[in-house]
Every structure is written in structure tokens, then in C-alpha cells.
T-cell receptor, first 115, second 111 residues
Framework: DAGVIQSPRHEVTEMGQEVTLRCKPISGHDYLFWYRQTMMRGLELLIY????????DSGMPEDRFSAKMPNASFSTLKIQPSEPRDSAVYFC?????????????FGDGTRLSIL | DAKTTQPPSMDCAEGRAANLPCNHS???????VYWYRQIHSQGPQYIIH???NNETNEMASLIITEDRKSSTLILPHATLRDTAVYYC????????????FGKGTRLHILP
């Protein structure tokens, strides 16, 4: 089975540019999560969706960050305008419904560098 | 804040069993204990989870104390490929399915 697919794997861009990260969750999973990982702050949950609806975006750092899930098989995380402090590895994960204690499955991440 | 406490790092000789401890003294009755690991430059990988009973799968065993305040992840025959950061996680109480990652334990497998 295909796992969680993220693209691009690497992104290097100049500050001020718009960045769009993409995620395809595992088919049949109804939860989707976006995380950010840095050396200083570790692995942080940014936002998550249930059945394509955003449930908790309290981890989104500021208004420059936005996430959408237009359908069950696709999600985007957008940063506009980007800043050097946004440089990090961004992970997407998907999982089944709460109550079944199912684990989350992670993609390989997008390594983002803002110059 | 993470609801678990783990040692920051551990060493284990290759071929020996690696025993990774985790304290979760405030765990609630319906919260599960999960273990994930993150190998360098990869996304976190699910290992195992449990509620009360000990669990075993092809990757590891999970031993949960009777009072559920602590647990141990056991990698029975550690290899160099098991070098990673291991996260012990208690799923947040409530209907949400958030996972809050702490700092984990950096496991070094020594040849």
C-alpha cells in the first residue's frame, strides 16, 4: 500500500515568496495532520483535519500560514509570505478515527529552506 | 506539554535487547501508550501501542506496569538500523486524536 506522499521533498526559496507544500494521505484515512520539526522546537503539531474539516489550528504560528483540504485525498500547507524562520522539515500524517486507537502514519517530509 | 518523561539518550550494544523506559504518571484510564521512532531524515514511524496489557509485534514489545504509570519498550535484538529517536506518547484525552511529541530518547546502537 502507498503511504503518505508529500511533495516536494526539498524546497529552497527566497524570503517573501509563497510556498505550497502538498500531501496525499493514505486512502481511507479520515484524519490528516501537519507537523513542523526544527532543532530548537522539536516536532510541533500545526493543524489537523477530520473528514476534510479543520478541527484544531491552534498550532499554526501566524496568519502567514494556511492549510486546506479540498478533498479526502489531498491537502496543502501554504506560507505567504515566507520568512527565514519558517525553515524546517514539514511532515504530513494521516490516521483513522478516534476511538479505534489507530496510529498515525507519516510521510517523509518536505525540507524547506527560506533564504 | 508532553505527558511523558523519557531519558534524553541511551546506548545499547548491537545484538542486545534495548529497553527504553517511559514515565506517564498522570495517564488516564482510557488513554493509550504509543511508541514511535524517527530515524534520521525520515518521518516518525509507528512501532507499537497498548492500553493495559503487554503487547508484542514484529518490531518490539511493550511492557506496561500494572498501575499504568510507566512502560518499557523492548527491542529484543537491537541492530545498527535501530539507531533513532524514540518517542513515548500518551494520546490526549478526549475525542481529539492529537499526538503531542516530547523530546524522546536518542538511542545509539553501538557496534
Amino acid at each position: 500500500d502507498a503511504g503518505v506522499i508529500q511533495s516536494p521533498r526539498h524546497e529552497v526559496t527566497e524570503m517573501g515568496q509563497e510556498v505550497t507544500l502538498r500531501c496525499k494521505p493514505i486512502s481511507g484515512h479520515d484524519y490528516l495532520f501537519w507537523y513542523r520539526q526544527t532543532m530548537m522546537r522539536g516536532l510541533e503539531l500545526l493543524i489537523y483535519f477530520n473528514n476534510n474539516v479543520p478541527i484544531d489550528d491552534s498550532g499554526m504560528p501566524e496568519d502567514r500560514f494556511s492549510a486546506k483540504m479540498p478533498n479526502a485525498s489531498f491537502s496543502t500547507l501554504k506560507i505567504q509570505p515566507s520568512e527565514p524562520r519558517d525553515s524546517a522539515v514539514y511532515f504530513c500524517a494521516s490516521g483513522h478515527a478516534t476511538g479505534t486507537a489507530q496510529p498515525q502514519h507519516f510521510g517523509d517530509g518536505t525540507r524547506l529552506s527560506i533564504l | 506539554d508532553a505527558k511523558t518523561t523519557q531519558p534524553p539518550s541511551m546506548d545499547c550494544a548491537e545484538g542486545r535487547a534495548a529497553n527504553l523506559p517511559c514515565n506517564h504518571s498522570t495517564i488516564s484510564g482510557n488513554e493509550y501508550v504509543y511508541w514511535y521512532r524517527q530515524i534520521h531524515s525520515q518521518g516518525p514511524q509507528y512501532i507499537i501501542h497498548g492500553l493495559k496489557n503487554n503487547e508484542t509485534n514484529e518490531m518490539a514489545s511493550l511492557i506496561i506496569t500494572e498501575d499504568r504509570k510507566s512502560s518499557t519498550l523492548i527491542l529484543p535484538h537491537a541492530t545498527l538500523r535501530d539507531t533513532a529517536v524514540y518517542y513515548c506518547i500518551v494520546r490526549v484525552e478526549g475525542r481529539d486524536d492529537k499526538i503531542i511529541f516530547g523530546k524522546g530518547t536518542r538511542l545509539h546502537i553501538l557496534p
